[in-house]
C-alpha cells in the first residue's frame, strides 16, 4: 500500500533552517506529482509547494515563495523541503501528498520560536 513517512521536523529560531524529507513507498514514485502541505494550530491545511516528476517543474505558496525549496530525488523515492528565514507563522505539522490521490503522510512537527 501507499506509505509516506515524513521526517526533519523540530524547534527551531526564528530565522533558522530546517529540512524536511518524505519517503515514498507502495507506487511509482518517479512521474507522480508530489506535494508538501501544513496545517498550522487553529488553521485549515495549506498547500505550501508543489513538484512534478520527471521535469521538476516547482510551484509555492505566496507566503513561503523564495525562502522554502522543494525538490525530488526520483533514485530513493524521497521529495525534500528545504526551509529558511524560519517565521513563527510557519509553525505547523508538515505533511507530503500525492498530488493525484489521497494519500498522505502522518506529518511532522515544525515549531518556529525563541
Known amino acids: 500500500q501507499v506509505q509516506l513517512v515524513e521526517s526533519g521536523g523540530g524547534l527551531v529560531q526564528p530565522g533558522g533552517s530546517l529540512r524536511l524529507s518524505c519517503t515514498a513507498s507502495g507506487f511509482t514514485f518517479r512521474g507522480t506529482q508530489m506535494s508538501w502541505y501544513r496545517q498550522g494550530p487553529g488553521k485549515e491545511r495549506e498547500l505550501v509547494a508543489t513538484i512534478t516528476s520527471p521535469r521538476m517543474f516547482t510551484d509555492y505558496a505566496e507566503t513561503v515563495k523564495g525562502r522554502f525549496t522543494i525538490s525530488r530525488d526520483d533514485a530513493i523515492n524521497t521529495i525534500y523541503l528545504q526551509m529558511h528565514n524560519l517565521i513563527p507563522e510557519d509553525t505547523a505539522v508538515y505533511y507530503c501528498?500525492?498530488?493525484?490521490?489521497?494519500?498522505w503522510g502522518q506529518g511532522t512537527q515544525v515549531t518556529v520560536s525563541s
Open positions: 501528498k500525492v498530488v493525484t490521490g489521497d494519500y
